[in-house]
C-alpha cells in the first residue's frame, strides 16, 4: 500500500478553491468588466450574459416574467457591449459571435415552453441578437479596401 503525500490532499482542495474562484456573482462580473483592458471585455460581457440568460431560463420557470424579462434585456445589453468592444479591438470577434449564437438558440427553445402572451419579449430579443450576429459576420468576412 503506497502512503499518501500531501499533493494527495492539496490537488482535491486547489480544485475546490478554482472552481469557487470561477463563480463569481453577477455584480463581481459587472465591476469587474468595468476595470478590465478593452481587448479583456468580450468575454467578460458575455460571460454576464450568459449568467442572465440562466437566470432568465430559471425565472420564467418560477413564472417570474417580469424579473426574466430584465434579464432577456441585460443579455442584449451584454451582447451588444461585447459586439461593440470586439469591434474596437479588433479581438474576440469569432468567440463573440459564436456565444451568442449559442444563447440564440437557448432563447429559442426557452420561447418554445412560453405561454404565447409571453413569447413576444423573447423573440425581440432573438431577433436582435440576430442583427448583432449579422453586424459581426459582416465585420469578420469585409474585405479589406486598399
Not at 467578460?44 to 430559471?58: F, G, S
Not at 437557448?106 to 449579422?134: G, S, Y
Request: proline share 5%.
Amino acid at each position: 500500500m503506497r502512503p499518501l503525500t500531501i499533493s494527495a490532499f492539496l490537488i482535491p482542495i486547489a480544485l475546490i478553491v478554482c472552481a469557487a474562484a470561477k463563480e463569481e456573482s453577477l455584480a463581481e462580473l459587472k465591476s469587474r468588466v468595468e476595470r478590465a483592458r478593452p481587448e479583456d471585455r468580450p468575454p467578460l460581457y458575455m460571460q454576464i450574459a450568459h449568467e442572465q440568460l440562466r437566470n432568465a431560463d430559471k425565472l420564467y420557470t418560477e413564472g417570474q416574467i417580469e424579473q426574466a424579462r430584465a434579464a432577456l434585456d441585460d443579455i442584449v445589453t451584454y451582447s451588444e457591449k461585447a459586439r461593440a468592444s470586439a469591434s474596437q479591438t479588433k479581438k474576440h470577434l469569432k468567440n463573440v459571435e459564436i456565444a451568442v449564437r449559442k444563447i440564440s438558440e437557448k432563447l429559442r427553445d426557452i420561447k418554445r415552453t412560453l405561454a404565447f402572451e409571453d413569447q413576444p419579449p423573447v423573440d425581440q430579443a432573438v431577433k436582435r441578437l440576430e442583427d448583432i450576429r449579422t453586424a459581426l459576420l459582416q465585420e469578420m468576412f469585409a474585405k479589406e479596401k486598399k
